[in-house]
């Protein structure tokens, strides 16, 4: 299966992709979080946020703390560590999705849903910033289905059938 990586260094940052992916299942199989962490972090902000509202175009992920489309990740503090090692967080989720444009825009709040977080130290007390989040999502094709449907000897569509 192909697998669909989105790389974030940015709070607010557009996504482009050699093509857009035609509807189909997505199963979002792992993130992974590089963060500076040199301080504890306070109950408020243990906790991102990702919206992918703009990605799905539609109701994927409803939360009673976040709107349509925003992913909550419990990003909790860690010991104090010189190099602290990624947040690894498997997933297993299955997000039907419509068709995902060829570029879409991600933002990524604290725990509130509201609240941009950093991915850039602004100054010798400013620990806790996140430097990069990585998204992995497998999915079923990369081709289109247009291009499938009919072209190989003996493929029979689903499409239409009873």
């Not at 725990?111 to 999502?137: A, W």
Request: negative net charge.
């Amino acid at each position: 299966m192909p697998l669909l990586h989105i790389h974030l260094n940015q709070q607010s940052q557009t996504v482009k992709l050699m093509h857009d992916l035609k509807p189909q299942t997505l199963f979002l199989r792992q993130i992974i979080i590089n963060k500076d962490i040199e301080n504890s972090m306070n109950a408020d902000n243990e906790g991102l946020t990702i919206d992918l509202h703009h990605m799905f175009n539609g109701f994927e992920i409803m939360s009673n703390i976040s709107s349509d489309n925003k992913l909550f990740i419990p990003v909790h503090s860690r010991a104090l560590a010189p190099t602290p090692d990624p947040f690894i967080y498997p997933f297993h989720i299955k997000l039907n999705a419509e068709e995902i444009k060829r570029e879409f825009l991600i933002e990524c709040f604290k725990k509130d849903g509201k609240t941009p977080i950093s991915f850039e130290q602004t100054g010798p007390d400013n620990d806790g910033h996140y430097k990069t989040i990585d998204l992995y999502f497998e999915y079923q094709t990369a081709q289109h289905f247009e291009t499938l449907i009919g072209t190989e000897p003996g493929f029979h569509s689903a499409v239409g059938q009873h």
